[in-house]
């Protein structure tokens, strides 16, 4: 998977996009977050409160229990603010 | 139309060309943002709005679709800048044309508060001192761009 953050998501954890082969047992969006979690640091700083993220599979919105497969494009982010 | 962009854009040749040639149209609305000079926590001296290439064209392009499925609009245009931006600068554009006023301007409307709550882009703004942060999403806009869901115009 491409892995991409935005805005506060992404100085948190000090990338704007990464490649992620899909971890065992992850089968959708909330299981990646807590995979990342996992990996502590800017990781778990950027998705302390899930809540506050975003989050679009190839380029929509998508909830917490949308399937992942290893082609897609993975986004996270916070609530938007342009205009 | 769509276009998302770094640089300016002439205000007067975008809104005379959104029109140009199509007299059926009886109205032309349009919303400029530009960016303060001040944020609720003090003065600001420059923002930079990161955006999400890709998502951002789509996005915008459903909203500007939906527009069209609510209101018998003529024609369309949504330009949204990134980048570093001064006080004073432009933000944003979004004009509808249409045969009567109503729809133009409750389409124009209807785009600048969907877009706000749906297109992905984020505002980091400078403060004098140096110091700088992210802009935070505003239950306002979610509720206004919410009133729409309800209300289909």
Redesign the interface.
């Known amino acids: 998977m491409t892995v991409l953050y935005f805005a506060w998501v992404r100085s948190r954890i000090g990338t704007g996009s990464e490649s992620i082969a899909l971890p065992d047992g992850v089968r959708d969006v909330a299981g990646l977050i807590e995979w990342l979690q996992r990996r502590g640091g800017g990781y778990a700083d950027a998705f302390a409160d899930p809540s506050q993220v975003r989050v679009a599979v190839n380029q929509e919105y998508v909830d917490p229990d949308h399937p992942l497969s290893d082609a897609d494009e993975v986004a996270f982010f916070p609530p938007v603010t342009g205009g | 139309m769509i276009r998302v962009q770094r640089d300016d854009f002439d205000l007067g040749a975008e809104l005379d060309a959104l029109a140009c040639g199509n007299h059926r149209v009886g109205g032309l609305a349009s919303f400029v943002?530009l960016v303060r000079d001040m944020a609720g926590d003090g003065p600001v001296t420059a923002m930079t709005?990161?955006?999400?290439p890709?998502?951002t064209e789509?996005?915008l392009a459903a909203i500007e679709a939906e527009a069209h499925r609510r209101w018998p609009l003529e024609a369309s245009l949504i330009i949204?800048r990134f980048g570093r931006l001064e006080p004073g600068d432009r933000?944003?554009l979004v004009a509808c044309a249409s045969a009567h006023r109503q729809a133009a301007l409750a389409a124009c409307h209807f785009l600048?508060d969907w877009?706000?709550?749906?297109?992905?882009?984020?505002?980091?703004e400078e403060a004098p001192d140096g110091g700088g942060d992210?802009?935070?999403?505003r239950e306002v806009?979610d509720r206004a761009a919410a009133a729409w869901d309800r209300n289909e115009g």
Request: charged share 25%.
């Open positions: 943002g709005l990161e955006h999400y890709g998502m789509r996005q949204h933000v944003v600048i877009l706000k709550t749906r297109a992905p882009f984020w505002k980091h992210w802009v935070r999403a806009d």
